[in-house]
């Protein structure tokens, strides 16, 4: 199942853990990333707090948790590469797996057309 935030966030969710990034509309916005600060393995959010920063050529930005759960696992690959995110936004360019709280709060989520008639 793939879902979408207003800002920019994708989710593939398993059961109950959800692969997390920007999608390819966000990575083209920021421009060339330079550096990604992924949060700790093991923390937990609230939907909405700042989970992980980027910075690209043009501006530093957050990228916010989507949902409330704990970061399971983040994808150091970004860290070394940051241009991955730019290259594959919804591939390689993951950012954290997060163990969802509460699986019920992903139907407030977009779907892809919702999402796109947000970009649109």
Not at 40 to 56: I, M
Not at 94 to 112: A, Q, S, T
């Amino acid at each position: 199942m793939l879902k979408f935030t207003e800002e920019h966030e994708w989710l593939k969710v398993e059961g109950d853990v959800a692969t997390v990034g920007i999608t390819a509309h966000a990575a083209e916005q920021l421009g060339d990333l330079v550096f990604v600060e992924l949060p700790e393995v093991g923390a937990s959010f609230s939907k909405g707090g700042d989970a992980a920063t980027v910075e690209s050529v043009k501006a530093a930005s957050e990228v916010y948790c989507p949902l409330d759960g704990e970061i399971t696992e983040v994808n150091e690959a970004i860290t070394a590469d940051p241009a991955l995110v730019n290259t594959d936004p919804m591939g390689a360019g993951w950012f954290f797996k997060l163990k969802l709280k509460n699986v019920g709060d992903l139907d407030g989520l977009l779907d892809e057309s919702g999402y796109k008639e947000l970009i649109g």
